[in-house]
């Protein structure tokens, strides 16, 4: 059983498209995150919910929200797609902030 | 806040050969410390974590680190490397509560037959 799983795995858009990446995460955890991973592999938190609730919030562009349906889902949606977009976006949880995260398989964005 | 140092950015090592990739940290109290790895196209994995007690923790794959306070250091070992081993490494450091783990920028293994 895919402990957190990610849909797409690959996506390629043109830029100024709005585009969505679903995350769901099936091990009872509370805590769920974004992490943006770019091409020299430095991995930046973008967002975390707890129970729901928006709790980190980086310094990311507006046009990046993410939206948390219930404690297992926490899906990212982008609007107006830039080149600089462009990375690996992983979706992780785990059961408290400070705790074991568990990472999804990631999805692969390429803005044209 | 916490952050964490990884200097290495390559490492290259022989098959059967061992293996030490480097963390430091900075955090003011004791730290919740990770290792993970991240194979080619995959998610990143546990390999293993320290947040109290003895300060030699073993992982899976044969992989252990040992938490050095005196060192500020959490450095991952594996006595004898396997091809497969090739990914990268990160190392996290965070404080349980309400505080996200903070990542290095990781390491990457490469490993020659």
């Known amino acids: 059983d895919t402990a957190v799983s990610q849909t797409p795995k690959y996506l390629v858009t043109q830029m100024g498209n709005d585009k969505s990446i679903k995350c769901e995460q099936n091990?009872?955890?509370?805590?769920m995150y974004w992490y943006k991973q770019d091409s020299k592999k430095f991995l930046k938190i973008m967002f975390s919910y707890n129970n729901k609730e928006l709790i980190i919030n980086e310094t990311v562009p507006n046009r990046f929200s993410p939206k948390s349906p219930d404690k297992a889902h926490l899906n990212l949606h982008i609007n107006s797609l830039e080149l600089g977009d462009s990375a690996v976006y992983f979706c992780a949880s785990s059961y408290g902030t400070g705790e074991t995260q568990y990472f999804g398989p990631g999805t692969r964005l390429l803005v044209l | 806040a916490q952050s964490v140092t990884q200097p290495d950015i390559h490492i290259t090592v022989s098959e059967g050969a061992s293996l030490e990739l480097r963390c430091n940290y900075s955090y003011g109290a004791t730290p919740y410390l990770f290792w993970y790895v991240q194979s080619p196209g995959q998610g990143l994995q546990l390999l293993l974590k320290?947040?109290?007690?003895?300060?030699l923790v073993q992982g899976i794959k044969g992989f252990e680190a040992e938490f050095k306070r005196s060192q500020s250091s959490f450095n991952l070992r594996k006595p004898s490397v396997h091809w497969s081993d090739a990914a990268e490494y990160f190392c996290a450091v965070g404080a349980g509560g309400s505080y996200i783990p903070t990542f290095g920028r990781g390491t990457s293994l490469i490993v020659h037959p």
């Open positions: 320290y947040f109290s007690g003895d300060t």
């Open positions: 091990l009872g955890h509370d805590t």
